[in-house]
């Protein structure tokens, strides 16, 4: 069967977050079907992401900006949780009159500094691995458009304010 392919060079070159593209991607792939992406780097949180949908991957450098990525339905392994993510050194910030009643955030992601689709990668594999009802903080530098939909589509509670060096987020998983 053919591979569903994806190029995501020129989405990627013009700072897109193509995370949305690629999971939708994955969500219409038939039974034992490859998926192939056509990327400007080798995207190593898809890889965890991925992993824990079952699926196995190979990467093939092919030169500068220009990588081929192959993920495989991997029928011996089965999807685990792993460990949650690391929480970042930056302390949660005080509860707002929208998130009262919120539990104190239990991951806190500083994403800046990150290309895209780095950041929106790190937030929904962190809130993979929320238990229900906790909260997940993110710092991010710009405000992630293409995340809402994909948070809203999970069933997450989204509250998102501006601070001086970027946007933060707090996602509070349903629960």
Not at 15 to 26: F, K, M, N, S, Y
């Amino acid at each position: 069967m053919e591979p569903l392919t994806l190029d995501l060079r020129d989405e990627l070159r013009r700072g897109g977050e193509p995370l949305p593209r690629i999971l939708d991607a994955v969500a219409r792939l038939a039974p034992a079907q490859d998926l192939r992406l056509l990327t400007t780097f080798e995207p190593f949180p898809l890889y965890a992401v991925l992993g824990r949908k079952g699926f196995g991957h190979e990467a093939i450098h092919h030169g500068e900006g220009d990588w081929e990525i192959r993920f495989r339905p991997d029928a011996q392994r089965a999807p685990t949780k792993p460990a949650a993510a690391p929480a970042a050194s930056t302390p949660a910030t005080p509860a707002t009159p929208a998130t009262e009643g919120w539990p104190t955030p239990s991951v806190v992601l500083d994403n800046r500094g990150l290309q895209p689709p780095e950041p929106m990668v790190r937030i929904l594999d962190a809130f993979e691995h929320l238990d229900a009802g906790a909260v997940l903080e993110a710092v991010n530098e710009r405000d992630p458009v293409f995340l809402y939909p994909e948070l809203q589509a999970r069933g997450a509670a989204i509250h998102t304010e501006k601070v001086a060096d970027g946007v933060r987020l707090l996602i509070r998983r349903a629960g």
